[in-house]
């Protein structure tokens, strides 16, 4: 017989867990809030596990959708490698990845991710592009996997909702936005680059007759550090930064999304 816990086993490993869920096509999220989202996603869920105390609630929310495992707090611990506050874990297979094209197709806003490797700030990010209604995301082959399981805690659950691919070759994607009519934005902190407002204003103006008032924009952002790379900013792209008061350089990456995207996405919103 299968053990009903091994999709939870020495989940404090990022290393080992990276290693096993890829090879197993599979994910595991945390908390009530990513459970209700992946209930409500298309991932098909393999099991869920409660603790004793949470058992009641979760399984009210599961209402027979998918295998629960309900065991006592110390021995989700022990399996996990750490104590589960939040007393629910889920495992669900992953799906194909769509094609890039296909995903923002009928997208008017999108976010462009370069380099990002931590997975609370890709989180963050996918969070932040649900807020203003972006229609999808495209990450280079880099960028931190959206389906670990902080990345979808510290989202609230909206990586399972965002419509989201990687992309190869790099940075061809920018490319392909551009040629389907894409304005691309690429977010810098360099002194030399447009103030966003302006030209989110600008974008808004020149939309296209027929396009219901909406500019095709997709906003490209690269990692804290070394932000984008000298082939992504060589790419199609007008550079755009969000100016600061005197003596701040830069913005975490997540919160400068947050920023861009409201300068771009202000006027879609209720």
């Known amino acids: 017989m299968a053990d009903p816990l091994e999709d939870y086993r020495a ?12 090879r197993g096509d599979y994910f595991v999220v945390e908390g009530l809030l990513a459970l209700e989202a992946l209930l409500g996603s298309r991932y098909p869920v393999r099991s869920v596990l409660a603790t004793e105390r949470r058992a009641d609630r979760v399984a009210a929310l599961v209402a027979g959708r998918a295998p629960l495992v309900v065991r006592p707090e110390a021995e989700v611990a022990e399996v996990a490698g750490f104590d589960v506050h939040r007393g629910v874990l889920a495992a669900a ?5 769509p094609g890039a ?14 380099g990002v490797t931590d997975h609370e700030n890709v989180g963050a990010l996918f ?3 649900a807020a203003f209604g972006a229609g999808a ?8 996997d959206p389906l670990y399981r902080r990345s979808v805690r510290v989202s609230l659950g909206h990586v399972l909702r965002v419509p989201w691919t990687r992309v190869t070759p790099w940075p061809g994607a920018m490319r392909d936005l551009a040629d389907q009519g894409f304005a691309v934005l690429a977010l810098t902190p360099a002194a030399d680059a447009a103030p966003i407002g302006p030209v989110a204003d600008a974008l808004g ?15 490209v952002v690269g990692s804290e550090g070394p932000g984008l790379s000298e082939a992504a900013m060589a790419a199609p792209a007008r550079r ?17 999304v947050a920023v861009a995207l409201h300068a771009v996405a202000g006027d879609r919103l209720g």
């Not at 297979?93 to 990845?97: K, S, V």
């Not at 094209?101 to 370069?114: F, I, K, N, S, T």
């Not at 995301?137 to 931190?144: R, S």
């Not at 103006?205 to 500019?215: F, I, N, T, V, Y």
């Open 127 to 129: 969070r932040n592009a």
């Open 240 to 256: 755009v930064r969000i100016p600061l008061a005197h003596g701040v350089d830069s913005l975490n990456v997540a919160t400068a």
């Open 11 to 22: 989940l404090n490993d990022p290393v080992t867990r990276r290693q096993v869920e890829r």
């Open 101 to 114: 094209d296909d995903l923002v197709a009928a997208a008017d806003l999108v976010v462009v991710v370069e």
């Open 137 to 144: 995301v495209l990450l280079d082959p880099t960028t931190a």
């Open 93 to 97: 297979d992953r799906l194909p990845l």
């Open 205 to 219: 103006r020149a939309a296209a007759p027929g396009a219901d008032g909406r500019r095709r924009v997709a906003l």
